[in-house]
């Protein structure tokens, strides 16, 4: 067969598995060589007698045909061939990559020792990147002290806005509504006994202590966190966060500092505001459900509950706010500069942030029963 100059010949030498080129092998035939070579299923023998003339893309093209047999378990030899043609082959050979042999997939024990350890690796990797983020917001937090001008008041409340403001409704509808379930559910089981007053010392202690703040977190751990990471991780798609170091702006100080700052400020704000929207819901629920006048509701609540109760609910909103903080800003410097691993790290700061939130009040809880309050 003819290709322009160049001659590629299978005739009778086809059924040895030879391939006899003529011609020149150059960078102006190498497509039709491709072509050519990738049409040959059992060569064994390229004969290049009689090739005029061979460069650079001519030998790789050779060489690709060699790797290729070789890969499919056969050997290819070469005859024929000028001394300066099989120098530059030679040299061909030994400038291509070495394809590489995948390694044999493991199985049974050995593959979910080796998911199991990468998983436990990938953990702590993942806890040693929040602490170094934990531990370059209060670095950065000990400069704004130590230089109170570089610290951007106008952010902090511009992030105050977005991250309390802007959640008091969802926080305090999610509160009443948790409030007249208590209610409801308490006067249905007691109801039974008698102790239908006892209700109130219910939702007191419930909302005060525990589910006021925590499902508060929870709700700012899905609506902050995730935005964080998005406009952190935005910023770092645009190379925005380069352009600082640039210009001389520390991100610490410009990102971090300012949104954690806030939500310290905000989330004991928004925990309180649950704290008593869930008191209004289980009054309100009590009144229809059992008769418990508002005033009796007041009195009891005045009497029996504790301002401990209280505090042990406030005490867990900065740690709440400083983990949701951290965990947010961390997933958005780890986005890289495609659209699916910002989606990617979204959801994972919403899902991470949340998990730590249920784990801190839990170890909160153990830290409050040992010491007896």
Wanted: net charge neutral.
């Amino acid at each position: 067969m003819t290709t322009g100059q160049m001659q590629v010949g299978h005739g009778e030498s086809s059924a040895e598995g030879v391939i006899t080129l003529s011609g020149p092998l150059t960078v102006h035939e190498v497509a039709d060589l491709h072509a050519e070579l990738s049409r040959a299923q059992r060569a064994s023998t390229v004969d290049l007698s009689g090739v005029s003339r061979i460069d650079t893309a001519g030998a790789w093209a050779l060489a690709e045909f060699e790797q290729r047999v070789g890969a499919s378990g056969g050997a290819l030899s070469f005859r024929g061939a000028s001394d300066g043609a099989m120098l530059l082959l030679d040299t061909v050979r030994r400038a291509m990559p070495v394809p590489e042999t995948p390694a044999p997939a493991p199985r049974g024990i050995r593959a979910l020792l080796e998911a199991t350890g990468r998983r436990v690796m990938g953990g702590a990797l993942f806890l040693r990147g929040l602490l170094e983020y934990l531990g370059m917001f209060i670095a950065g937090l000990a400069r704004v002290l130590i230089h109170p001008r570089e610290f951007r008041f106008t952010a902090l409340v511009a992030h105050c806005d977005d991250v309390g403001l802007r959640a008091v409704p969802i926080v305090s509808l999610m509160a009443f509504l948790i409030g007249v379930v208590l209610a409801f559910q308490g006067a249905t089981q007691l109801r039974q006994f008698g102790a239908e007053v006892f209700v109130v010392d219910l939702i007191a202690i419930s909302v005060l202590r525990e589910l006021g703040i925590l499902l508060t977190a929870i709700i700012v751990a899905g609506r902050t966190a995730s935005a964080f990471t998005a406009a952190i991780g935005s910023m770092k798609m645009r190379q925005e966060i380069d352009a600082m170091r640039t210009l001389g702006l520390d991100p610490v100080t410009v990102l971090f500092v300012p949104r954690i700052l806030a939500l310290l400020l905000m989330l004991p704000i928004l925990g309180l505001i649950a704290d008593i929207m869930g008191l209004f819901g289980g009054a309100l629920m009590s009144w229809i459900e059992l008769g418990i006048s508002p005033s009796m509701f007041r009195t009891r609540l005045i009497a029996d509950t504790d301002i401990s109760n209280v505090i042990v609910g406030l005490v867990k909103a900065p740690v709440f706010a400083v983990i949701i903080g951290v965990v947010g800003c961390h997933a958005g410097m780890q986005v890289k500069g495609d659209a699916e691993s910002l989606g990617r790290m979204t959801s994972s700061a919403v899902v991470t942030a949340i998990f730590a939130v249920i784990v801190a009040d839990a170890l909160f809880s153990i830290f409050f029963a040992e010491v007896g309050l």
